[in-house]
């Protein structure tokens, strides 16, 4: 389930040459790419789209890139950050890995390997894409769910029988089976197994009320 939309390579470099370099680079390969002279144009253009990644100087007039990457990642931005760094700054490069950066390359830069390393950025973009897609389609679908049927949801997760979780809200086994089978067509599930895999794999979902 991948995106089909056009990929991005955001492009957040202070030195002009080098952003048009890039900018080469990319459009040489049919790759669409947005241009920023700084970290603080950047967020003033936000919110940004994927499939896409963030190409990130380290050193920037204003905002650092390390300080960009710490805001777009207190913002939840779903976008891979590969950070451009110079010789010197290799243990900022490794410090931005720690914390969330897909990658980071060297200058000065080896066309090739940067071309090489978006490319693994966007497949990374496009499946974070797809997974918070599937995400949103369980949750939709999870709406649907009365209170009692989430309730005996969350009873069926827990490992619950018909005969424990009719005792438990007062009624009938009838009426929780039921409950059990507009459960299973509202999430869209064949199976008990096929069920509770959908709905564990929802980060938000909890088997406690």
Do not use: W, Y
């Amino acid at each position: 389930m991948l995106s089909t939309e056009e990929p991005t390579v955001f492009v957040v470099e202070d030195d002009e040459t080098n952003r048009q370099l890039m900018k080469d680079l990319f459009e040489s390969v049919d790759l669409k790419v947005e241009l920023f002279p700084s970290g603080d144009a950047f967020l003033a253009a936000m919110p940004m789209r994927g499939p896409g990644c963030i190409l990130l100087d380290v050193r920037m007039p204003g905002i650092s890139g390390l300080d960009l990457q710490s805001k777009l990642s207190e913002q939840k931005l779903d976008l891979p950050i590969i950070i451009v760094t110079a010789h010197g700054d290799t243990q900022m490069a490794v410090r931005a890995m720690k914390e969330g950066a897909f990658d980071f390359v060297e200058k000065p830069i080896n066309n090739q390997v940067l071309l090489d390393t978006v490319n693994k950025a966007l497949t990374e973009s496009r499946r974070i894409g797809a997974e918070i897609r599937e995400q949103e389609s369980i949750q939709k679908r999870l709406d649907l769910l009365t209170p009692r049927e989430t309730d005996v949801l969350r009873m069926i997760a827990q490992g619950k029988l018909n005969k424990q979780i009719a005792f438990e809200l007062g009624i009938t086994q009838r009426t929780v089976e039921v409950h059990r089978a507009r459960v299973m067509e509202k999430i869209q599930a064949k199976t008990v197994a096929d069920l509770l895999r959908t709905v564990m794999s929802l980060d938000s979902f909890s088997c406690e009320e």
